[in-house]
Protein backbone atom coordinates (compact mmCIF):
# COMPACT_ATOMS: atom_id res chain seq x y z
CA UNK A 1 0.00 0.00 0.00
CA UNK A 2 0.88 3.39 -0.67
CA UNK A 3 2.76 5.39 1.89
CA UNK A 4 2.06 2.66 4.71
CA UNK A 5 5.71 2.17 5.35
CA UNK A 6 6.40 6.02 5.43
CA UNK A 7 3.28 6.37 7.95
CA UNK A 8 4.88 3.41 10.11
CA UNK A 9 8.09 5.40 10.46
CA UNK A 10 6.97 8.81 11.42
CA UNK A 11 4.05 7.15 14.00
CA UNK A 12 6.96 5.61 15.55
CA UNK A 13 8.99 8.41 15.11
CA UNK A 14 6.19 10.48 16.79
CA UNK A 15 5.77 8.11 19.89
CA UNK A 16 9.61 7.85 20.47
CA UNK A 17 9.49 11.95 21.03
CA UNK A 18 6.31 12.18 22.89
CA UNK A 19 8.05 9.62 25.22
CA UNK A 20 11.39 11.64 25.34
CA UNK A 21 9.29 14.88 26.14
CA UNK A 22 7.45 12.91 28.58
CA UNK A 23 10.60 11.80 30.28
CA UNK A 24 12.33 15.52 30.02
CA UNK A 25 9.16 17.19 31.52
CA UNK A 26 9.38 14.80 34.78
CA UNK A 27 12.59 15.06 35.35
CA UNK A 28 12.44 19.14 35.19
CA UNK A 29 9.49 18.49 37.87
CA UNK A 30 11.72 16.17 39.95
CA UNK A 31 15.24 17.58 40.10
CA UNK A 32 15.94 19.91 43.02
CA UNK A 33 18.92 21.60 40.52
CA UNK A 34 18.37 24.40 38.81
CA UNK A 35 20.88 24.12 35.94
CA UNK A 36 19.54 20.20 35.27
CA UNK A 37 16.35 21.83 35.30
CA UNK A 38 16.89 24.14 32.67
CA UNK A 39 18.86 21.46 30.65
CA UNK A 40 15.67 19.26 30.97
CA UNK A 41 12.98 22.73 29.81
CA UNK A 42 15.34 23.42 27.14
CA UNK A 43 15.72 20.18 26.05
CA UNK A 44 11.66 19.26 26.00
CA UNK A 45 11.32 22.37 23.88
CA UNK A 46 13.62 20.76 21.50
CA UNK A 47 11.68 17.33 21.52
CA UNK A 48 8.07 19.66 21.23
CA UNK A 49 9.60 21.04 17.83
CA UNK A 50 10.88 17.67 16.53
CA UNK A 51 7.16 16.57 17.75
CA UNK A 52 5.67 19.04 15.51
CA UNK A 53 7.62 19.04 12.74
CA UNK A 54 6.74 14.95 12.64
CA UNK A 55 2.91 15.50 13.08
CA UNK A 56 3.03 17.67 10.27
CA UNK A 57 4.73 14.93 7.94
CA UNK A 58 2.91 12.30 9.31
CA UNK A 59 -0.67 14.57 8.48
CA UNK A 60 0.67 15.08 5.45
CA UNK A 61 1.21 11.51 4.69
CA UNK A 62 -1.93 10.15 5.67
CA UNK A 63 -3.57 12.76 4.04
CA UNK A 64 -2.29 11.37 0.80
CA UNK A 65 -2.61 7.63 1.93
CA UNK A 66 -6.94 8.09 2.58
CA UNK A 67 -6.75 10.17 -1.05
CA UNK A 68 -5.90 7.73 -2.53
CA UNK A 69 -7.79 5.11 -0.53
CA UNK A 70 -11.20 7.42 -2.11
CA UNK A 71 -11.56 8.15 1.94
CA UNK A 72 -11.79 10.11 4.50
CA UNK A 73 -11.85 9.73 8.58
CA UNK A 74 -13.66 12.68 9.10
Known amino acids: LRNTLE ?3 FHIGI ?3 KASLDYY ?3 AEKTGHQDAKKLYETL ?3 E ?3 LDELEKVYDSLSDDW ?3 QSFSPA
Open 44 to 46: SKW
Open 66 to 68: FDH
Open 48 to 50: MHH
Open 25 to 27: REA
Open 15 to 17: LME
Open 7 to 9: LSV
